[in-house]
């Protein structure tokens, strides 16, 4: 199977696993289970650690790919050009890669608490967005492998 249609398959996953999430989300907030008043929205709070996460890593080599951005777009809804993201990594790179693992950490702790379930969802989330950024790149060096472990530790903890 070629590499594109397996991106592109990997993409579909997410976006199907997304959605059941976002569905879990919606009851937590409605069952009371999730404090929205202090996080806002559960799935907006969840989303915007797993974005931060995938941002982190794309910028984690210092180099932004335009296959790696077109599989960021397509498999968050986002409109993003590499040198939107090549902008990114010169403002803030360093900060960006620790605040992930910390945001991941906190929000897969809140999650868990309000739903254990939702929250392994969280990590297969991140864990599948991992992989699809992974596979798109032109190739994976020490500093995004130790950037995803870490990222995948911070959900599972």
Known sequence: MDNRNELDRLSAEFK????????GCENADRDGRW???ENG???????GALTGAILSLMVADGNVGERETEYLDQTFGFDYSVDDLLALFRFST???R??????VKDAADKIRLADGALAGSFAD???LACKIL??????VLTAESDLIRRLEEAARE
Not at 98 to 103: L, P, Q, R, S, W
Not at 134 to 139: H, T
């Open 35 to 37: 404090n929205a008043e």
């Open 41 to 47: 929205p559960m799935e907006g709070y969840a989303f």
């Open 125 to 127: 989330l991140l864990s």
């Open 16 to 23: 199907t696993l997304y959605d059941a999430f976002a569905l």
């Open 134 to 139: 992974s596979e798109s790149d032109d190739g």
């Open 94 to 96: 360093r900060d960006l």
């Open 98 to 103: 620790e605040n992930a693992v910390t945001n």
